[in-house]
């Protein structure tokens, strides 16, 4: 999310994070249908079909585009922009624009890039996603009510030109404007909608290769289907794609066998009957799952619990992540080694893998001694003899439950005392209660927006919505921010900043990696062209078709 970090998207573990795992289905059979269609199913309806109000953008690369977009192996690839350049400083970029329509006919112009992340950034619209322009002249201030949204540095000297201004160079910035969130938004279509706009699929226009069809803002069936207005159209060979929310991966398998699927995730038992199967595949993402920990518990006991460091070490080395990932999960998921995912980023100077730097001893290994060992101090340090603890989870994620019991069972068997119950409920409503601090523990996770660390490390930061648990570090935030201002171009500098400060989070277990996800598949053998990478806009059908 990340990650895999969205508007079109399968919900997954996630505290405001949505990542796509698969789409559905119209509950029609393919057979007699147009060919150059797909049936895909979604494990949970669509959140939001706004950008600027979107918890996550996994699919959204396929109705909105920006000024790139991604393609294979997340490379940055054309979008809106017909050529860039960059100022020698990297603090001015600009872009000209291909000759583009809105799926309505309308001109897609420099201005439309402006009042969208001016509608992003403005304090009315509550962008859960606006931390991401942090960087850009002016974005800061704005985010913290100090400037108004149309100091944004962001301006169109005309029609196909956009500007933009930063306030330090951004080495992802490239890869950041294929994101979804910059892109465009038509004006006159926002205000001919008011607060209509974006609440069903005909209250929207779109600027990528699909468009929507048949959403009302609480079904589960939609359609995409083919933008004639997209000006890369001729490379576009798919009429239609029809989803629905199948939440039971037993039905999806079902429906995939009756030909009523192209495309199905499998649990991990589904995994062990299909992994030789021609048609078995494996996606992997940049996304980490967490026990979150809510250091402003509203209960004073697991308060004193949540800030407890020996306590949150107990809870992480307790952990058995190779039973978990290879024996009950055995989907190919991977073990942590940290915060933040592997195979995301590599040392600009060695190339060593983020991730592998990131470690830290007796952090995230099993250990089960030194986790008793933890536990008992920890205790005793609050005064208690035991703990009750809730666990909020989300039941629309195939692997949650799998999870979630494992865990209480694991922390009941090392740690006495420790007495987990789950609290399993759509993902809509565990995430609002996150956002209301209303958890002990929270089963959450998150996936990379773009290839580069501070996608992670930003959420963690004290003042961010998605730290849901009120961790705070003042040491950790001087760093994150230190890697963003004054060592934000000088590449080597920047990525020890980004080194030093996960290492404080995993060393203080502010938050618990208890897996990475690998999903696996069932896809038809004669679906072709699906590009799918690990980290931002995870899926694009662009260049899909049937043979």
Known sequence: MKKIHKILVTIFAASLVIILAACGKNGASNKGDNKQQLDLSATAPLDTIDISKSTGYGQTGNVFESFYRLGNKGKVTSGLAKSSSVSDDGLKWTFKLRDAKWSNGDQITADDFVYSWRRTLDPKTKSPYSYLFSGIKNADKIIDGKAKSDSIGIFAPDKKTVVIELEKPMAYFKTLMAYPLFGPQNEKVVNKYGKKYGTKSEYMVYSGPFKIKDWTGTGNKWKFTKNNNYWDKKVVKLDKINFTVVSNPTTGQELYQQDKLDLTPLTSQQVKNFKKDKEFKQYPYSYVTYIKYNFNDSDETKRKAMNNKNIRMAMSLAIDRDVLTKKILGDGSETPKGFVASNLAQDPKTGQDFADQQYVKNT????????????????????????????????????????????????????????????????????????????????????????????????????????????????????????????????????????????????????????????????????????????????????????
């Open 364 to 547: 995230v290994d099993s250990n089960t001694k030194l986790a008793k060992q933890y536990w008992d101090k920890g205790l005793e340090e609050i005064g208690e003899k035991g703990l009750k603890l809730t666990l909020l989870a989300n039941n629309d994620d195939a692997n949650g439950k799998q999870i979630s019991e494992y865990l209480q069972s694991r922390y009941h068997k090392i740690l006495p005392g420790l007495d987990i119950e789950i609290r399993d409920i759509p993902t809509h409503s565990a995430t609002q209660r996150a956002a209301d601090g209303d958890f002990d523990l929270y089963l959450s996770g998150w996936g990379g927006d773009f290839s580069d660390p501070i996608t992670f490390l930003q959420t963690a930061t004290s003042d961010t919505s998605y730290n849901q648990g009120k961790y705070s570090n003042k040491k950790y935030d001087e760093l994150v921010a230190r890697a963003q201002n004054e060592d934000a171009n000088d590449e080597n500098k920047r990525w020890q900043d980004l080194i030093e400060a996960t290492k404080i989070l995993n060393s203080e277990q502010a938050m618990t990696p208890v897996y990475q996800q690998v999903t696996a598949y069932l896809q038809k053998s004669n679906v072709k062209g699906i590009i799918h990478n690990t980290a931002g806009t995870q899926w694009s059908y662009k260049y899909a078709h049937k043979d």
